[in-house]
């Protein structure tokens, strides 16, 4: 009779140890090993806290830097114009200013590379960040449906209107800035209303929201309560205008764009009231005397109460309830 050969059983697996894997669970790196593995080894950046004062630092460095650029285009401008001349003195140099900006070629100095920097910046930040480039800016459409930006879109134009009458009953005159920019604004709407179009609403309306929401907010609404980034963002946008009565008066724009990029989680729907917002700005300072500073019912008042005031109310129920 052939002798059996007793074969061992195999031992049991105990608690801790390793389960053996095949060939080809070894050689495949998607396997669910491996998967844990690459996960416990690699930090997901999305997890690792945001310094919100880096966001803030860069925002604030773009407007330094905004107003240094602008500088240099208009010392540069200058030279090439009138030579040394331009700086003999501040009057002669106010005169020179003025005289430029009623040029399509200092329209596009004044406002386009200060502009330019801001986009650049927002732009440059959000490519060195760890997050996809559009996560950062919150370039997506959002969490709300598109008739809510309608509704913003249209109730816009009252907070500027309200912020410009409330502004006019502190004061009994513009600033020499905010005179400057009229006087400025006056003349092309008349000679380049297209190219003062693009230069003063489209351009900010897209170039600052990048920066201001879409960078800055988005960073300090993920470490802050909402109203301390909205609040926060506002000012430091209203700090770029550089005049303090400017300013104050876009603090509430400021304010009412934030409120719309973080409710509805994108910034587009921000760069569209800052567009709209920004043009009838220039319908205004078109249509109205130049003498009215002052609270007065006039046409453009009654219709801006009538139509954006429900769109208003309608946007504060948004904001309540959606």
């Given at each position: 009779?052939?002798?059996?050969?007793?074969?061992?059983?195999?031992?049991?697996?105990?608690?801790?140890?390793?389960?053996?894997?095949?060939?080809?669970?070894?050689?495949?790196?998607?396997?669910?090993?491996?998967?844990?593995?690459?996960?416990?080894?690699?930090?997901?950046?999305?997890?690792?806290?945001?310094?919100?004062?880096?966001?803030?630092?860069?925002?604030?460095?773009?407007?330094?830097?905004?107003?240094?650029?602008?500088g240099i285009f208009l010392v540069a401008a200058a030279s090439i114009?009138?030579?040394?001349?331009?700086?003999?003195?501040?009057?002669?140099?106010?005169?020179?200013?003025?005289?430029?900006?009623?040029?399509?070629?200092?329209?596009?100095?004044?406002?386009?590379?200060?502009?330019?920097?801001?986009?650049?910046?927002?732009?440059?930040?959000?490519?060195?960040?760890?997050?996809?480039?559009?996560?950062?800016?919150?370039?997506?459409?959002?969490?709300?449906?598109?008739?809510?930006?309608?509704?913003?879109?249209?109730?816009?134009?009252?907070?500027?209107?309200?912020?410009?009458?409330?502004?006019?009953?502190?004061?009994?005159?513009?600033?020499?800035?905010?005179?400057?920019?009229?006087?400025?604004?006056?003349?092309?709407?008349?000679?380049?209303?297209?190219?003062?179009?693009?230069?003063?609403?489209?351009?900010?309306?897209?170039?600052?929201?990048?920066?201001?929401?879409?960078?800055?907010?988005?960073?300090?609404?993920?470490?802050?309560?909402?109203?301390?980034?909205?609040?926060?963002?506002?000012?430091?946008?209203?700090?770029?205008?550089?005049?303090?009565?400017?300013?104050?008066?876009?603090?509430?724009?400021?304010?009412?764009?934030?409120?719309?990029?973080?409710?509805?989680?994108?910034?587009?729907?921000?760069?569209?009231?800052?567009?709209?917002?920004?043009?009838?700005?220039?319908?205004?300072?078109?249509?109205?005397?130049?003498?009215?500073?002052?609270?007065?019912?006039?046409?453009?008042?009654?219709?801006?109460?009538?139509?954006?005031?429900?769109?208003?109310?309608?946007?504060?129920?948004?904001?309540?309830?959606?």
């Open positions: 009779m052939d002798q059996m050969t007793d074969t061992p059983d195999p031992k049991p697996p105990m608690a801790g140890d390793e389960m053996p894997r095949t060939p080809s669970e070894i050689s495949n790196p998607w396997s669910d090993d491996a998967s844990i593995i690459t996960a416990e080894m690699v930090a997901d950046p999305a997890t690792e806290p945001r310094p919100v004062w880096t966001a803030i630092g860069v925002s604030v460095a773009a407007i330094l830097l905004s107003a240094i650029v602008s114009d009138l030579g040394l001349e331009s700086f003999v003195d501040a009057q002669t140099w106010r005169a020179w200013i003025e005289d430029f900006s009623q040029t399509t070629g200092g329209l596009l100095v004044m406002l386009l590379p200060s502009q330019t920097v801001f986009l650049l910046v927002a732009c440059i930040a959000a490519t060195a960040s760890p997050r996809p480039f559009s996560q950062r800016l919150s370039l997506g459409v959002g969490v709300l449906p598109l008739w809510t930006w309608v509704i913003f879109v249209v109730a816009t134009p009252l907070v500027g209107w309200v912020a410009s009458q409330i502004l006019s009953l502190m004061v009994d005159e513009l600033s020499e800035n905010l005179k400057f920019i009229e006087t400025m604004m006056r003349w092309h709407i008349r000679q380049s209303l297209p190219l003062l179009f693009v230069l003063l609403a489209v351009v900010p309306g897209v170039f600052e929201e990048f920066l201001f929401r879409g960078y800055l907010l988005t960073r300090l609404a993920e470490r802050w309560h909402p109203i301390w980034a909205i609040l926060v963002s506002a000012m430091i946008f209203s700090f770029a205008h550089i005049d303090p009565l400017h300013s104050l008066g876009v603090l509430p724009l400021g304010l009412w764009l934030g409120a719309i990029a973080w409710r509805t989680g994108s910034v587009w729907p921000a760069v569209l009231c800052h567009i709209v917002n920004n043009a009838m700005a220039i319908v205004w300072v078109m249509l109205l005397p130049e003498d009215q500073q002052r609270l007065a019912w006039d046409g453009i008042s009654v219709a801006t109460l009538v139509v954006c005031t429900p769109a208003f109310l309608i946007s504060l129920w948004i904001f309540r309830n959606r």
